[in-house]
Each structure stands twice: as structure tokens, then as C-alpha cells.
């Protein structure tokens, strides 16, 4: 929208709503852009998170077909990328270690 047509917006608007209602209802109009605008970040986001994992995937597929050998650097660099991911869901679920048997706690003597 140009700035005449946002001028025409404004009277149409103070003449249909008034000048009490107006800034009641632009702040309302604005806030509803911005749930929209942060809804479709939201959806723009996912989707290109699932677009990159189907890659990944996609590439994982390849690099089984060659054994892992011979690997072009796309390929690798995806490979090394899953390995990774999946250390740290590795690491994530093991439970700490509690003190071991034959060791007894710090007491004071």
C-alpha cells in the first residue's frame, strides 16, 4: 500500500470508528498482523527445518549405496552432520554415574 491509500485507510477509518475507537482499533489490527507474521515465521521455519532433515536423509541414502567409501564433500559433510546428532541424543540420554561401589563419600574423620 502506497501512502495515499493508507491516508484514505485513516479517514475512512476515523469516520466509520471515530476518535475514540480508532487507536483502540488499529492497535487491535496490529496486533493480529503481528500473530500472523509470527505464525508464518513459525511455519516458514518448520518447513525448512523438514526440507534440510529430507536432504540430510536423502543424502544419508547415497553415502549407504557407496559403503561410505568415496564420499563426495557434500555427502561427507552430511554423514559427519547425522553422526553428530546423533552423539548428542546419545550423550543426552545416559544417566550420570553414581559413585561407584568400592568408594565410599567424603566423611568428615
Do not use: C
Not at 61 to 75: F, N, V
Amino acid at each position: 500500500m502506497g501512502m495515499w491509500e493508507l491516508v484514505i485507510v485513516f479517514i475512512v477509518g476515523l469516520v466509520v470508528l471515530g476518535p475514540e475507537r480508532l487507536p483502540v482499533a488499529i492497535r487491535t489490527v496490529m496486533r493480529w498482523v503481528k500473530t500472523v507474521k509470527s505464525m508464518a515465521n513459525s511455519v516458514k521455519a518448520e518447513v525448512s527445518e523438514e526440507l534440510r532433515i529430507h536432504e540430510l536423509h536423502e543424502n544419508l541414502k547415497k553415502a549407504e549405496q557407496q559403503e561410505l567409501k568415496d564420499l563426495s564433500p557434500e555427502l561427507q559433510q552430511s554423514v559427519d552432520e547425522l553422526q553428530k546428532a546423533a552423539q548428542s541424543v546419545t550423550h543426552s540420554y545416559k544417566t550420570p554415574s553414581s559413585t561407584p561401589a568400592n568408594e565410599q563419600p567424603d566423611e568428615k574423620k
